[in-house]
């Protein structure tokens, strides 16, 4: 430090002698400047040993001081060392000290967290043992009362089971003979129903017979549908003759005035030949029988026809048609089958093949139109009892108007009651009330209270 400082004087010395020497020169001239270094540089000569041994002295005292400094912070690094030492020490012992009684006080507090465990482990042992012998308890009596509900109803289902099993039985075995009666009843009927079909076998041969039984389901149908005004049975066509169609309807129209327009209907029969077709459609599909068969079936129907057709339709009595029922709709279908026959019956012969289902709809078409009519011929009659109805409605419009005021003014009459009846009550509030026998004593049994209806207004 000291060697730092004496570089810096000398420093600055040398600058001031430059600044002197320049200085000098300038005022002098080139005269003197030659001089002038020879002084800086005896001054020079003469400074540089004593800074030399400056330097050598400041060297020596700074390595003395170092030294010194040295040997001292020695010693304080080294009694800092043992204070270090024993304030560690003294530290370990009261740590240790310490630590020791924390490790006592945490295994006081251990064991007496561990006794209070046991003991609440003691006692959640002991709530635990009440609860399972009060749950087994209750378990043991719900199980017994389970066991005596089931023994009960067991008992129960067991009758009930045992009534409805004889039950089931008797009224099986009831039922079973029933069926069993019902059965051989059957096998009678049966027996019965062959001997009907063999009868209706020989009925179906016989021609005669097959025209009845037509016959008599036409009538049926015809029953069912119109009314006994609206159609003839046996009607007679042509007067001085002996032919008879089996049912004409009446249709409203009048050939005079004492005779209905009539619709023929007749009913036809061939199964000779229909089973004889359907006899070649099972068995020789497709061939010639089944052809041969089928013309002969045509043939017939239009021989039915034909007959219809000249005995039957004679206008202006009957209409220019006539009607001709087949009574199986199988029939019916196989005319309508055979392709052209239905409309060659209409065009040549103005029949019309029906069969069980379409006589009712066409039947029913008929009933319509003949309500229809007489709607038509009723309608006057209806609108004049319609315009009487009106008329008398109107009346009966004004009889309300005026019950309507006579019910106003009894309205306002019993409302100027019900006031004046207020002001009576009003002026007799400070009036004392009698006794009931006193006031039927003085006014009389008319004014006895229980004879008096209460919804009564009174009068004024």
Known sequence: MLTTILLIITVVLLLVLIWISVSNKRADGETGSQQELLAIQDQLRRVDPLIRDEFARNRKEGQDTARSNREELQGELRAFGNTINEALHRFEEKFGANVKSLNEQQREQFRDQAGRQLELKKETEDKLKEIRETVENRLGRLQEENTRKLEEMRKVVDEKLQETVERRFSESFKLISERLELVHKGLGEMQSLASGVGDLKKVLTNVKTRGNLGEIQLGAILEQVLSPEQYIQNAVIRENSQERVEYAIRLPAKVNDNQFLLLPIDSKFPNEDYQRLLEAYD??????????????????????????????????????????????????????????????????????????????????????????????????????????????????????????????????????????????????????????????????????????????EPEE
């Not at 009003?426 to 919804?455: N, T």
């Open 283 to 456: 068995q020789l599909p497709g061939s010639k029988e089944v052809d041969v068969a089928a013309r002969q079936f045509e043939n017939a129907v239009r021989k039915n026809a034909r007959d219809i057709r000249e005995k039957y339709i004679y206008p202006p009595v009957t209409t220019d048609f006539a009607i001709m029922f087949v009574p199986t709709e199988g029939l019916y279908a196989e005319i309508l089958r055979r392709p052209g026959l239905f409309e060659q019956l209409q065009r040549d012969h103005k029949i019309t093949v029906v069969g069980p289902t379409n006589l009712v709809a066409f039947l029913s078409s008929l009933q319509m139109g003949f309500r229809t009519l007489a709607i038509e011929k009723r309608s006057s009659e209806v609108w004049e009892v319609l315009g009487a109805v009106k008329t008398e409605f109107g009346n009966f419009g004004t009889i309300l108007e005026k019950t309507r005021k006579k019910l106003e003014e009894a309205t306002n009459v019993i409302d100027k009651a019900g006031v004046r009846t207020r002001a009576i009550e009003r002026k007799l509030k400070q009036v004392e009330a009698l006794p009931k026998e006193q006031s039927v004593s003085l006014l009389g049994d008319a004014l006895d209270l229980a004879a008096v209806d209460p919804e009564t």
